[in-house]
């Protein structure tokens, strides 16, 4: 498979990332940046999804927000250090590319540049309407929204995951996720086994969820065309892509 942001280039550009880059394979549960961490290259994800999450003071690290093969790993808006842990939530692979090697290209090829900073609206878009809807929508809306958001990533594979674990990316109380979870099962929209869901209805769970799922404006669909903003910033006005940290 192809990564979404690499397909969205045009040849060249592509085959320029493609030059400096090394396919890289992860099994799932592999840390693969570290808070604070320094940033040496980037990961254009192709398959499996990788968790950026949080360590808290109690040991545990709950995850903010997932990426598949729509995206890339931190570091290219200018970034140096890791502002997550990122964990593999199953086998993945993808093309690793050094980080000076990106800049260079970056600064010479303003459509890399584009797409790259387009993919950064639209994820601070997803973020912040995360922020929302935790605040505004039940457990069960929230956890269909999670639920189509790791089947936009992950396509029909297991998501490896537990109650407890979704509990905590939702911010709930286990008894809260674990209803939930039953009332989908029940219903048959999913088959819960120890340590995974795996989606049987997705029509019956779009049914579900709340107003913040909304493909056409995800970072999974990256087909729409760069905002006028990016393309203003692909023509050298505006911000530079690395001023976004």
Known sequence: MTNALLADLGADDRMALMAVGQKRA??????????????????????????????????????AFSMGDEAVTGGWGGQTHGAYRLVTKSDVTGLAVDIRSLAAIIERRSS???????????????????????????????????????????????????VVGVAQILGVQRKAARGAFDAFREAGLVETTRGAVTIRDRTGIEARVCECYDASRSVRDIRMAPSPECRQVASGGGRRIGSMA
Not at 125 to 130: D, M
Request: net charge neutral; glycine share 8%.
């Open 112 to 162: 890399v540049r584009a797409v790259l900073l387009d993919y950064g609206v639209r994820l601070s878009v997803e973020l912040a309407q995360n922020a929302v809807c935790n605040l505004s929508h039940r457990t069960d809306e929230r956890l269909a929204k999670w639920l189509l958001r790791q089947h936009d990533r992950m396509g029909a594979a297991p998501i490896q995951e537990t």
């Open 26 to 63: 992860f099994l799932r549960g592999q840390a693969i940046g570290a808070v604070g961490g320094a940033i040496n290259t980037v990961l254009f994800i192709e398959t499996g999804a990788v968790a950026a999450t949080i360590p808290m003071r109690n040991g545990e690290a709950v995850e």
